[in-house]
T-cell receptor, first 116, second 111 residues
């Protein structure tokens, strides 16, 4: 399994500002992902963080709003730009860890953002 | 649009009973299926995965898969109050390494 650390764990932000969330995995992983979980909802995939290249965004998410970096196989950042109250959510970093032919997705503890 | 459907619940069962959680999915090409448990305020925790039709048992948990019916279920035997949580069904999207999650079923186990 992979142990994933995220920071900040929570923050309160002002409208119009940006915040960067950091994600550190304790081992090299091939794939990392960023999810959002809005209150009372399930997880929605924002993007796949690709090492050394631009992230792959899902429908409804764009790079200008959610720039993502992944400089190496154990670290990624997600920035939530020009925040509005609608961005209040939990943002979860995840990593795909392989055991033989079995790929399992593990999650960090999440970053709870409140935008005022 | 790939969809994963779950009853939102809550599903209430008494302690010691069997809890049955169900999930259907739309992507007929999906091959891998996962069950996550999420306690309130916590991140999802992987508890089971299944790839082949039939049953897979792990302790008190049994996952069941029927690809022809596009149906996955999770049975929890001898339910405990500590099993009270939201259970998320996730399906690996065919041709990709990404997962689509259902909205989850809240399980409440009463002492």
């Amino acid at each position: 399994s992979a142990v994933i650390s995220q920071k900040p764990s929570r923050d309160i932000c002002q409208r119009g500002t940006s915040l960067t969330i950091q994600c550190q995995v304790d081992s090299q992983v091939t794939m990392m992902f960023w999810y959002r979980q809005q209150p009372g909802q399930s997880l929605t995939l924002i993007a796949t963080a690709n090492q050394g290249s631009e992230a792959t965004y899902e429908s409804g998410f764009v790079i200008d709003k959610f720039p993502i970096s992944r400089p190496n196989l154990t670290f990624s950042t997600l920035t939530v730009s020009n925040m509005s109250p609608e961005d209040s959510s939990i943002y979860l970093c995840s990593a795909l860890s392989w055991t033989g032919a079995t790929g399992e997705l593990f999650f960090g503890e999440g970053s709870r953002l409140t935008v005022l | 649009q790939k969809e994963v459907e779950q009853n939102s619940g809550p599903l209430s069962v008494p302690e010691g009973a069997i809890a049955s959680l169900n999930c259907t999915y739309s992507d007929r090409g999906s091959q891998s299926f996962f069950w996550y448990r999420q306690y309130s305020g916590k991140s999802p925790e992987l508890i089971m995965f299944i790839y082949s039709n039939g049953d897979k048992e792990d302790g008190r948990f049994t996952a069941q898969l029927n690809k022809a019916s596009q149906y996955v279920s999770l049975l929890i035997r001898d339910s405990q109050p500590s099993d009270s949580a939201t259970y998320l069904c996730a399906v690996k999207n065919s041709g990709y390494s990404t997962l689509t999650f259902g909205k989850g079923t809240m399980l409440l186990v009463s002492p």
